[in-house]
C-alpha cells in the first residue's frame, strides 16, 4: 500500500502520454525548483516576516518548508522520484500562495500559483508515468 502511494501511479501504456507526463514533469519542476524555490533558500527575513503574518506559528520552520516545498519538491517531481509526495509538498505550497497570501489579489497574480497547484493536483492523481525513476523502482519492487 505505501509502495503504490509512493512510486505508483496509472497504468499508461501510451509511449507519447509518458513522454507528455516526462516533459511536464521536467519543465514544471525545474522551473519551480530553479526559478522560484532556489532563490528561497535560505529564507530571507521578509519571506519569515510574510509567512508569519500568514498567521502561522513558527514562522521561520514554515517559511523553511515552503522554500524546501518549492525547491525540493520541484527537484522530486521532475526526477520522476517520490513524485506524489513532492507533488503534494508543491501543491501546499501554492495553494497556500494562490489562497492565503495572494487571496484578496487579482487573478492575475494568483494565475501562476494556482497553474503550479494544477499540475501538483495532476501529479498527485496520475504519478509520474513510465519514465521514471518511481517507474523503475516499481518495477524493482514487483
Same mark, same amino acid.
Request: net charge positive; proline share 4%.
Given at each position: 500500500?505505501?509502495?503504490?502511494?509512493?512510486?505508483?501511479?496509472?497504468?499508461?501504456?501510451?509511449?507519447?502520454?509518458?513522454?507528455?507526463?516526462?516533459?511536464?514533469?521536467?519543465?514544471?519542476?525545474? #522551473?519551480?525548483?530553479?526559478?522560484?524555490?532556489?532563490?528561497?533558500?535560505?529564507?530571507?527575513?521578509?519571506?519569515?516576516?510574510?509567512?508569519?503574518?500568514?498567521?502561522?506559528?513558527?514562522?521561520?520552520?514554515?517559511?523553511?518548508?515552503?522554500?524546501?516545498?518549492?525547491?525540493?519538491?520541484?527537484?522530486?517531481? !521532475?526526477?520522476?522520484?517520490? #513524485?506524489?509526495?513532492?507533488?503534494?509538498?508543491?501543491? *501546499? #505550497?501554492? *495553494?497556500?500562495? !494562490?489562497?492565503?497570501?495572494?487571496?484578496?489579489?487579482?487573478?492575475?497574480?494568483?494565475?501562476? !500559483?494556482?497553474?503550479?497547484?494544477?499540475?501538483?493536483?495532476?501529479?498527485?492523481?496520475?504519478?509520474?508515468?513510465?519514465?521514471?525513476?518511481?517507474?523503475?523502482?516499481?518495477?524493482?519492487?514487483?
Amino acid at each position: 500500500m505505501i509502495n503504490r502511494i509512493f512510486f505508483g501511479g496509472a497504468e499508461i501504456e501510451c509511449k507519447l502520454a509518458n513522454v507528455g507526463l516526462l516533459i511536464l514533469r521536467l519543465f514544471a519542476g525545474l #522551473t519551480m525548483a530553479f526559478a522560484h524555490g532556489l532563490g528561497k533558500l535560505p529564507p530571507s527575513e521578509g519571506m519569515v516576516g510574510a509567512v508569519a503574518k500568514l498567521g502561522f506559528p513558527l514562522a521561520g520552520f514554515f517559511a523553511w518548508a515552503a522554500a524546501l516545498g518549492e525547491f525540493g519538491g520541484g527537484l522530486l517531481i !521532475a526526477l520522476g522520484l517520490l #513524485t506524489r509526495p513532492g507533488a503534494f509538498l508543491m501543491g *501546499f #505550497t501554492m *495553494f497556500v500562495a !494562490a489562497f492565503m497570501q495572494h487571496g484578496a489579489d487579482p487573478f492575475q497574480k494568483k494565475e501562476l !500559483a494556482l497553474l503550479y497547484l494544477a499540475i501538483s493536483v495532476m501529479f498527485l492523481l496520475v504519478g509520474a508515468g513510465k519514465f521514471s525513476v518511481d517507474s523503475l523502482i516499481k518495477k524493482r519492487m514487483e
